[in-house]
């Protein structure tokens, strides 16, 4: 017997409930960490078994475990924290899905100038 239960709240899906499925991952590199979700546009139970697969009994619970999950801006190797650059907006039925991607500055190019001296 599977049981689903919200990732939220704890909630156990009851049969004929209308959920939200979503897929998390997590990538954690040698200079870099990647945190993503992706919500499903309907409910698939074969893929609700998969070990990545999330599931939220209401849009407040999917925000809820978005904020803590994607709340804080993360901190930089340096120590310097990273800034928000846009929105991603997603429609799921029933509600609206606000992602925020972070991305940290690139690092500014310096120009020279060349004083260019005539051969006589």
């Known amino acids: 017997m599977i049981r689903f239960q919200c990732e939220s709240c704890g909630r156990l899906k009851g049969e004929g409930e209308t959920w939200i499925l979503g897929f998390a991952a997590e990538n954690i590199g040698v200079t870099s960490a990647r945190r993503e979700i992706s919500i499903a546009s309907s409910w698939d139970r074969p893929r ?5 697969a999330v599931h939220f009994c209401s849009n407040e619970c999917r925000a809820t475990y978005m904020t803590a999950l994607f709340g804080d801006n993360p901190e930089t190797l340096g120590g310097s924290s990273t800034s928000t650059k846009r929105r991603i ?4 039925p029933g509600a609206v899905v606000d992602t925020v991607v972070s991305e940290k500055s690139h690092p500014k190019t310096k120009r020279r100038t060349v004083v260019r001296r005539k051969i006589a």
């Open 48 to 52: 609700a078994v998969e070990s990545l």
């Open 89 to 92: 907006k997603r429609l799921v």
